[in-house]
């Protein structure tokens, strides 16, 4: 064939200079250039832009795959050289082949949720029923296994054929993984960010394998259980906030009637009057009980709260002067008693470390204070009206002072700028009585 015949054979193709995607959709994952019936110019331009992946597929087969830049169309291009085959017989038969433009921008803000209630044995609650949504965000990391696997010949791939997927694989998996876990019902709230990572770990390396993508976010807005198991957790809570119900019983019975007592007179006398009677045995049963201990209603006080109710013996590990075990708090406590300048080390599961037993309320409470120590006796230097100087207590001195009122005696310890007149000093001068000391000798 010749030229003009094989230029004849061609006339009905468009020549492309520039194969470019220009994407203005938000859910488009692959496009497919429509070059059917269309001929590829050698020397063109291949431009691939940021978030984009370019993919040519010759005669059926994957060539190639092209991150963001601009490349030539040429024979003389190592990279494509297998895609523009046909080139090589002067275009006698026409080349067929597609190029797919891939989105690897991060498609954010894909909604999931459990399309029925997932059924969870918990420790608290039971067997109980939940349901979960949130968002979740993915990209295409590897371009030639999404092709190849998931998108096949499609012209257009967008996120909507491919999410209902996703978002069954993600709620399996967010079954298991708050299955594994173990964490009660009602504390799953305090769990989003952690359940979110660890399921994100769990598929990504599945999700890149089978389909090509990376899961880049999962986020947990809400675990709920069904409307009746909340109503019963309000109630549990109202139960709880209330505490005694007999307390609460009476406190109601009084409220009714005060508002009986200030209901016009256009209301059912005899009704009222058997309301009143009914109350006030009620009452008079319960007043009569107001001094048996606390948790009763009493009109002027109002409720009172019950004392806890008694608990079992937590014991301890000791180690210390009393050698080592599990004791009770009363037990470590007679231990150290015994020996009160000892070391009595405590320790109790969810405690950092040991700690002395005088950090352990339980402990300390259960001995008496420890006396602070007995003040010692001043000291002082002391120099008498005989010339001798020597070291003495205030109580010596005070009796020397005595022995030879009208000597001199003169004192001196730490703190003091200079020598004293023993008279002077406070400690001394308590101790000589009788008014005020004689004057010092001239």
Known sequence: MGLWDTLSTHAKAQFLDVIQWMDDSKNTLVYRFPIFNQAIQDGGKLVVREGQAAVFVAEGRLSDVFGPGTYELSTRTKAITGFFESIKYGLNMPY????????????????????????????????????????????????????????????????????????????????????ESKIPALDLISQYMDLGDALRQRLNGWFQENYGITLTDFVVENISVPAEVEKMLDKRSSMALVGDMNAYTQFQAANAMEQAAGRPGGGNPMLDAGLGLAMGSAMGNQLGRAQQGPGTFNPHGGLSTPPPPPQADVRYHYNGAGGQGEHTAREIAALVQQNRGGVHNVWAAGWPGWKAWTEVPEVSSLLPPTPPPVPTAAVFHYAGPDGASATFGAADIAQRVKDDPAGRHLVWKDGFASWKDAREVPEIAGLLGGGPPPPPPR
Not at 111 to 137: E, Y
Not at 163 to 173: C, T
Request: no cysteine; proline share 2%; charged share 25%.
């Open 96 to 179: 067929k082949g597609d190029v797919y433009f891939i989105s690897t921008r991060q498609f954010t803000d894909q909604k999931w949720g459990t399309a029925n209630p997932l059924m969870l044995r918990d420790k608290d609650l039971g067997a109980v029923r939940i349901r979960a949504f949130g968002v979740f965000a993915y990209r295409i990391t590897d371009p030639a296994a999404f092709i190849r696997e998931v998108v096949g010949t499609a012209g257009l791939y967008t996120t909507d054929e491919i999410n209902g997927q996703l978002k069954r694989k993600l709620v399996s998996a967010l079954a298991d993984t708050i299955g």
